[in-house]
């Protein structure tokens, strides 16, 4: 079965960076995008971009241009999403979840939450 | 930017009932690309209907989804214990080319 299984809880600093990884399992990892989305707690989904895991080519929303990278390793399956000069603002859920062509996202992590604070 | 309202932003019901939960886009979107999602507290969205219509693998048939162009409307025939939650309708297309409504939050009477 299909499975996206992310790394634990972090907390960072203002200004630190962070890494949030995601494994894939149950389906041939280069077929399809992975996107990584955020949601503040109790508030709604934001889509922060996209890697192609068969050419690692990305695709980052205009907000999170020059903060998100994210890359893939196709030996492990998993792609990873860093996201650097962090501001308290940037505290939520962070998922990452897989894209067939239709537009949407079918299967997700089970989220990881990342809290900044001084 | 394609900027999704979804109506009630709070809907409550009894089980047994139907809910009619409504998403409205500020431009025509490709039915294609209209995808619904179920998401309870603690945990990750669960999809729900994609390409406006389609229900996704092991999703009961009291869920279905319709519309087109602006109005799009995810429908439950006859709630279950299970369906009180949040539900969010999300679009693709046009920078940035993935949005979502707000959320209406499915709770019980």
């Known amino acids: 079965q299909v499975q996206l299984v992310q790394s634990g809880a972090e907390v960072k600093k203002p200004g630190a960076s962070v890494k949030v990884s995601c494994k894939a399992s149950?389906?041939?990892?280069?077929?399809?995008?992975i996107h990584w989305l955020r949601q503040v707690p109790g508030q709604g989904l934001e889509w922060m971009g996209w890697i192609n895991p068969n050419s690692g080519g990305t695709n980052y929303a205009q907000k999170f241009q020059g903060s998100v990278t994210m890359t893939r390793d196709t030996s492990i399956t998993t792609v990873h999403m860093d996201l650097s000069r962090l501001r308290s603002d940037d505290t939520a859920i962070y998922y990452c979840?897989?894209?067939?062509?239709?537009?949407?996202?079918?299967?997700w992590g089970q989220g990881t939450m990342v809290t900044v604070s001084s | 930017e394609i900027v999704l309202t979804q109506s009630p932003g709070t809907l409550s019901l009894s089980p047994g009932e139907r809910a009619t939960l409504s998403c409205r886009a500020s431009q025509s979107v490709r039915s294609t690309y209209l995808t619904w999602y179920q998401q309870k507290p603690g945990q990750a969205p669960r999809l729900l209907i994609y390409?406006?219509?389609n229900r996704a693998t092991g999703i009961p048939d009291r869920f279905s989804g319709s519309g087109s162009g602006t109005d799009f409307t995810l429908t439950i025939s006859r709630l279950e214990p299970e369906d009180f939650a949040v539900y969010y309708c999300q679009q693709y297309g046009s920078s940035p080319p993935y949005t979502f409504g707000q959320g209406t939050k499915l709770e019980i009477k």
């Open positions: 390409s406006t219509t």
């Open positions: 149950g389906y041939t990892f280069t077929d399809y995008y």
């Open positions: 979840a897989r894209g067939p062509n239709w537009g949407g996202f079918d299967f």
